[in-house]
C-alpha cells in the first residue's frame, strides 16, 4: 500500500510571519538618520498613485534632498543632486551612470553607515542652500 506523502511546506521566515517588514524598519531607521542631520529638513508624502496609495517620502530642506522607496528587494534612497555631491565614503552604490542622481541601494540586512549618510544629508542641504 503506498502511503501519500506530504507536501513540502516552507516556512516563512520568524520575521515575517510577526508580520514585521525588513523594509519598513530599515527606511523607518534611514529616516531617522536623515531627519536628525540636519535642522530644517522636512519630510512630505509625494506621488500617491493605486498602485503606491501611500507614496513615496521626500525629504527636503530649501529643495529636494532625497526620496526614500520600498523595492522586493531593496531599500533606496535617491539623492536629486547626488552627482555634485561629495561622497568620500563612498556610500552611493546605484544610478552611478546617471548625470544628476545618485542612489544608495540598502539590501535585507544590509547596514549603513549613519555618520557618512548624515554627512552626505548635510552635503545635500548646503548644495541645495546655494543653488
Known amino acids: 500500500m503506498a502511503v501519500a506523502k506530504?507536501?513540502?511546506v516552507k516556512k516563512a521566515?520568524?520575521?515575517?510571519?510577526?508580520?514585521?517588514?525588513?523594509?519598513?524598519?530599515t527606511l523607518d531607521g534611514l529616516?531617522?538618520?536623515?531627519?536628525?542631520a540636519a535642522p530644517g529638513i522636512v519630510e512630505?508624502?509625494?506621488?500617491?498613485?493605486?498602485?503606491?496609495?501611500?507614496?513615496?517620502?521626500?525629504?527636503?530642506?530649501?529643495?529636494?534632498?532625497?526620496?526614500?522607496?520600498?523595492?522586493?528587494?531593496k531599500v533606496k534612497l535617491t539623492f536629486m543632486y547626488g552627482a555634485k555631491l561629495k561622497?568620500?565614503?563612498?556610500?552611493?552604490?546605484a544610478g552611478m551612470d546617471g548625470g544628476t542622481r545618485r542612489a544608495i541601494?540598502?539590501?535585507?540586512?544590509g547596514k549603513v553607515n549613519e555618520k557618512a549618510l548624515a554627512a552626505l544629508?548635510?552635503?545635500?542641504?548646503?548644495?541645495?542652500l546655494g543653488k
Do not use: H, Q
Not at 58 to 63: F, I, P, R, S, T
Not at 121 to 128: D, I
Open 121 to 128: 544629508v548635510r552635503e545635500a542641504v548646503k548644495f541645495n
Open 44 to 73: 512630505t508624502v509625494k506621488w500617491r498613485k493605486p498602485s503606491n496609495p501611500a507614496g513615496v517620502p521626500v525629504w527636503e530642506a530649501n529643495g529636494i534632498i532625497c526620496t526614500g522607496e520600498r523595492y522586493k528587494d
Open 13 to 25: 521566515p520568524a520575521k515575517a510571519r510577526s508580520g514585521a517588514d525588513w523594509r519598513v524598519e
Open 105 to 109: 541601494d540598502v539590501v535585507e540586512g
Open 6 to 8: 506530504k507536501a513540502a
Open 87 to 93: 561622497d568620500p565614503s563612498g556610500l552611493f552604490n
Open 31 to 36: 529616516r531617522k538618520i536623515i531627519m536628525g
